[in-house]
């Protein structure tokens, strides 16, 4: 089936550093999602990309759609300790009635202040 | 903000019981989904519902999965026979056309 690989699994920084992690696939998405989930709650979507090559802001978040629509990435700039949470990537093959999200790996944040 | 909301929160059960997780979508949405996570590993597609029948499934959705949406406003997932490989989040979503919306999720662990 279909598989994203998300990296780092993992990071531990300082507050106001800025994280950059990203997701690759082996399939084409027509969309991709970045999701932030806090301990004990579902996902919640950070930024969505529709077009290959678009770069999308959302605050001190950035992320672009890979050209080749097989990757993604998503900055955080200044990053504070209410950023702390796994980021994870989806993908989304749009057509037919499912349009089901296939989930990347995930990468934990962490942020000391 | 409508949210799509989920009971129950936590559910503890024993290994071969019967198990309904339920799901309120938001109230104009289309699409129904049940997602579930492991802990610790990443969210994964369980099944899609769509105009009253499963539209997709993937292969973790066996026979001892079920999903029904009996009235206008609840969607539910049925686990038939629950083994301990079944302890995990389950997280219930829906849209129309567009964001796909997660509930808070409902913890289930089977002893």
């Known amino acids: 089936g279909q598989q994203l690989n998300q990296s780092p699994q993992s990071m531990f920084i300082q507050e106001g550093e800025d994280v950059s992690m990203n997701c690759t696939s082996s399939?084409?998405?027509?969309?991709w999602l970045w999701y932030k989930q806090d301990p004990g709650e579902g996902p919640v979507l950070l930024i969505a990309?529709?077009?290959?090559?678009e770069l999308t802001s959302n605050g001190r978040l950035t992320a672009q759609f890979g050209t080749t629509r097989k990757d993604s990435f998503l900055n955080i700039s200044a990053s504070i300790p209410s950023d702390v949470g796994i980021y994870f990537c989806?993908?989304?093959?749009?057509?037919?009635?499912?349009?089901?999200?296939?989930f990347g790996t995930g990468t934990l944040l962490a942020v000391q202040p | 903000e409508p949210e799509v909301t989920q009971t129950p929160s936590h559910q503890v059960t024993q290994m071969g019981q019967e198990v309904i997780l339920r799901c309120v979508p938001i109230?104009?949405?289309?699409?129904f989904y049940w997602y579930r996570q492991i802990l610790g590993q990443k969210v994964e597609f369980l099944v899609s519902?769509?105009?009253?029948?499963?539209?997709?499934k993937s292969e973790i959705f066996d026979d001892q999965f079920s999903v029904e949406r009996p009235d206008g406003s609840n969607f539910t997932l049925k686990i038939r026979s629950t083994k301990l490989e079944d302890s995990a989040m389950y997280f219930c979503?829906?849209?129309?056309?567009?964001?796909?919306?997660f509930g808070e999720g409902s913890r289930l662990t089977v002893l």
């Open positions: 979503a829906s849209r129309t056309r567009g964001e796909l919306f």
């Open positions: 399939s084409i998405f027509n969309t």
């Open positions: 990309l529709y077009k290959a090559g």
């Open positions: 989806a993908g989304q093959s749009l057509g037919g009635a499912t349009n089901k999200l296939i």
């Open positions: 109230s104009n949405h289309l699409y």
């Open positions: 519902f769509y105009n009253n029948e499963i539209s997709e």
